[in-house]
């Protein structure tokens, strides 16, 4: 069984540019996290989505992100413009009900 | 006052020693409380969890919960190399959020051969 999937694995791109990282959640699992991690933040939930529908994004740093989940098996998480502070791990975990999170690989992200 | 605090560590410990890992949370309507492992360039995984106050043992693991004192601990018993990694310790909440969870920055634990 195939666990959560991101693309890309890593992205380096230039300040100002548009970025969209990708997720594909484990078959079967309702809700979907997206997570940033940085060594001075830690760990920071940014958004998530229940049945396809965002619950809290209280955690989106401010408007140049943003996140869709246009259907149980895909969502995105975009910035635009980029700045070199979104430099980062973008993880994205996904549950079923109230069980364990299970977390992607991991999205590398340089912004230059 | 952070959501949840870890000491960053690293914890060092000899091979076979306990090591003891420790995590305080502000909010106490926090019910469910978690153990993620994580090594170096990967993501975390989940080792143990604990909901009630006490003890809960998983073979090396025991996690302590003591909701009184706004306190969750983990224990590795008979250390190996292989736990040198990052341990971040997550609760749930705030209350009224329950499918959030609010992690620690974590305790990178080092076991020395």
């Known amino acids: 069984d195939a666990g959560v999937i991101q693309s890309p694995r890593h992205e380096v791109t230039e300040m100002g540019q548009e970025v969209t990282l990708r997720c594909k959640p484990i078959?079967?699992?309702?809700?979907l996290f997206w997570y940033r991690q940085t060594m001075m933040r830690g760990l920071e939930l940014l958004i998530y989505f229940n049945n396809n529908v965002p619950i809290d994004d209280s955690g989106m740093p401010e408007d140049r992100f943003s996140a869709k989940m246009p259907n149980a098996s895909f969502s995105t998480l975009k910035i635009q413009p980029s700045e070199p502070r979104d430099s980062a791990v973008y993880f994205c975990?996904?549950?079923?009900?109230?069980?364990?999170?299970?977390f992607g690989p991991g999205t590398r992200l340089l912004v230059l | 006052q952070k959501e949840v605090e870890q000491n960053s560590g690293p914890l060092s410990v000899p091979e076979g020693a306990i090591a003891s890992l420790n995590c305080t949370y502000s909010d106490r309507g926090s019910q469910s409380f978690f153990w993620y492992r994580q090594y170096s360039g990967k993501s975390p995984e989940l080792i143990m969890f604990i909901y009630s106050n006490g003890d809960k043992e998983d073979g090396r693991f025991t996690a302590q919960l003591n909701k009184a004192s706004q306190y969750v601990s983990l224990l590795i018993r008979d250390s190996q190399p292989s736990d040198s990694a990052t341990y971040l310790c997550a609760v749930n909440g705030p209350s009224g959020a329950t499918n959030k969870l609010i992690f620690g920055t974590g305790t990178l634990l080092a076991v020395q051969p």
């Open positions: 078959s079967g699992h309702n809700s």
């Open positions: 975990a996904s549950r079923r009900g109230a069980e364990t999170q299970y």
